[in-house]
């Protein structure tokens, strides 16, 4: 049975309340009136006009080109960006939940694809998972909850434009789409998936600890999870589709690709297993989990390792296909994220693919514990980017920054995921000692 | 004894007799030559103490020098040669159409790590066509276990010790060299 320490639950809560500040500071400061918006945008043009008198030619003629352009700069460049600035605080707030949100989701996935394949090494990280996945729940109500609340709350800062009726008016392409894209189906399609995923993992839940306490030889709960288990991986391969369709690229209403569910699921599951590999070295070292042996730790990065791999293959192919046959309309999408996130773009291709491949590749490495902890926090940190870069450019565009909003959402998601995962496993031995596959998994050796 | 050297061979039917036969002659202190056996024993490398194996260290080495050479290859005659504008793709330097590359960059990565590796594994291991098989003994080949030590000079003992670990099987072997 595992207790939190006080320590670990202060830790998380001063993230949150750090977190409460962080948000509220971005909300405060986010809210620009338009003069304002217009001394900003003359203060940085006439910084920006300073800096090319120095520098090279090249950077000044092209700020000829959008100095001509202020001249006859209207309202509705200071318009535009009064909306940026506005959404900058609900975009940091929504990456962040998503960011937690998908880990979970992710962890809930690779769960059940363990019981559906009857794998034989898991179970003795069954707990684990469980504990992780409990996040989703609430996790997936906050990402609803700020997707909507920023269309209702303030004034034109909807992280969905496609939410704001002003916009649909004069958008003939968000009009055809409107059948799909309107609250209303978003919302409901949203319970549809957070009640099946809850469900799921409800029932897998009580059905594992059930086993536990069943006479030994009676594995009708096994069975029961296996089944569901199975079921929950079909709804959850069409719903995460549709999810990534709804929660993530909607931002980009004009914008459609045909791989992006797999592509988002690449990310999330690669770390939920990151995260699962983080909760098992560190219970493992605090001595409450001496069934799980370096031949798991193995796995578990081996697993990190391969779909690293699989979500660079999809990056890499969503990002070619469109890149080659460079189709305007599908092809501004990469132009945005090109323009105004070259670092973090190709940088999170760093974090996220050649990082973990140079680095976990060795087999003896992915038996260290601080090897998997140090690829484990890259991933996640490329992992975070990653969704950064799905998000921002559609909401905030060039008014990015990863400053005190951003930080502080990470804080508030994070301590509220820890907050709920550690409570979780206090609720259940953390062996699941009645799983009929337990004994493999104990003398698991690789 | 000049031109000869004595083995012992010893035959079991089990894998898991094999094991612990393996360990007990290795606790005696005798050398094993060889082992000779129908499928992969697990655990048997561990048991006779020998060195991991390097091969997969060659195949990233075979890996980078086929990523370099397809670098260089399409570099030389995509940019460098003939940078002529295909359907509009930037040919001014070599990362600007680096995408359109990759499937080959992979490619070939692949093929030079795979066809090198076992083209290492046979020159290692001695594998070629009509190589003279170096069986000792048909049976090891379906269903029996083979086990061969070097003779030393109390070869009665050896043979009790060998007997001992559940042989079916011992025999002394004069090896022409």
Redesign the interface.
């Known amino acids: 049975m595992y207790t939190i320490s006080n320590r670990l639950k202060t830790f998380s809560i001063i993230l949150i309340v750090l977190g409460v500040l962080g948000v509220a500071y971005g909300f405060m400061t986010s809210h620009k009136s338009l003069e304002e918006v217009k001394t900003m945008l003359v203060e940085e043009h006439a910084h920006e006009g300073n800096e090319t008198s120095v520098s090279e030619h090249v950077e000044g003629a092209e700020n000829t080109v959008s100095n001509h352009a202020d001249v006859a700069h209207d309202d509705g460049h200071a318009i535009h960006v009064q909306e940026q600035l506005a959404k900058r605080p609900w975009s940091a707030m929504y990456v962040s939940a998503l960011f937690f949100m998908t880990i979970a989701l992710g962890v809930l996935a690779f769960y059940a694809i363990q019981i559906a394949s009857q794998a034989g090494w898991a179970p003795v990280l069954y707990r684990v998972m469980e504990a992780i996945s409990a996040y989703l729940l609430p996790g997936a109500i906050i990402v609803i909850l700020l997707a909507v609340g920023s269309h209702y709350i303030g004034h034109h800062n909807e992280i969905f434009i496609w939410m704001n009726p002003e916009v649909v008016a004069d958008d003939k392409l968000i009009q055809n789409k409107s059948g799909y894209l309107n609250i209303t189906a978003f919302l409901i399609r949203a319970i549809i998936f957070i009640a099946g995923w809850s469900t799921y993992r409800y029932f897998a839940r009580k059905f594992s600890i059930a086993q536990d306490n069943a006479e030994p030889g009676d594995n009708r709960n096994f069975k029961k999870s296996f089944r569901i288990a199975a079921g929950f991986l079909v709804f959850f391969m069409y719903t995460e589709s549709i999810m990534s369709w709804d929660w993530i690229m909607s931002v980009d209403p004009h914008w459609f690709s045909t791989l992006f569910g797999w592509y988002v699921f690449s990310g999330m599951i690669v770390g939920g297993i990151t995260v699962i590999a983080m909760v098992a070295i560190y219970l493992k070292g605090k001595g409450l989990l001496p069934m799980v042996n370096n031949s798991h730790i193995h796995d578990l990065a081996k697993y990190m390792f391969g779909f690293s791999i699989f979500w660079a293959y999809l990056w ?1 192919s969503q ?2 296909l469109i ?2 046959a ?1 189709i305007p309309e599908e092809v501004v999408y990469f132009v945005s994220r090109i323009e105004d996130y070259k670092l973090l773009f190709f940088g999170m291709l760093v974090l996220n693919f050649v990082f973990p491949f140079l680095i976990l ?1 060795n ?1 003896d490495n992915k038996r260290v514990p601080w090897f998997v902890m140090m690829g484990g926090v890259v991933i996640l940190v490329g992992h975070y980017i990653d969704l950064f870069v799905m998000i921002m450019p559609a909401t905030v565009g060039d008014r990015w920054y990863i400053g005190i909003p951003e930080i502080g959402s990470v804080l508030l998601f994070g301590g509220l995921f820890l907050l709920v995962v550690l409570t979780s496993l206090t609720k259940a031995p953390l062996a699941p000692k009645g799983n009929p596959f337990i004994k493999e998994s104990e003398n698991f050796h690789y | 004894m000049e031109g000869t050297s004595k083995v012992i061979h010893a035959m079991y039917t089990d894998d898991d007799v094999l094991m612990a036969a393996v360990k007990k002659v290795r606790a005696e202190r005798y050398h094993i030559e060889e082992i000779y056996t129908p499928f992969p024993v697990h655990g048997l490398d561990k048991a006779m103490g020998l060195a991991p194996t390097r091969l997969a260290i060659t195949s990233f080495l075979y890996g980078l020098v086929g990523l370099v050479v397809s670098i260089v290859m399409i570099d030389y005659m995509m940019i460098e040669d003939w940078p002529q504008n295909i359907g509009g793709k930037p040919s001014f330097s070599y990362l600007e159409n680096m995408p359109a590359f990759v499937p080959i960059m992979f490619e070939l990565t692949v093929f030079f790590a795979a066809h090198l590796l076992v083209i290492t594994f046979y020159l290692r291991s001695r594998l070629w066509p009509f190589k003279k098989a170096e069986n000792p003994d048909t049976r090891t080949t379906d269903d029996h276990f083979l086990m061969e030590i070097t003779a030393g000079d109390n070869v009665d003992e050896q043979f009790d010790i060998l007997r001992n670990t559940g042989a079916v099987e011992v025999t002394l072997i004069d090896k022409a060299h």
């Open positions: 890499f990002f070619m890149w080659y460079n590749m087999s």
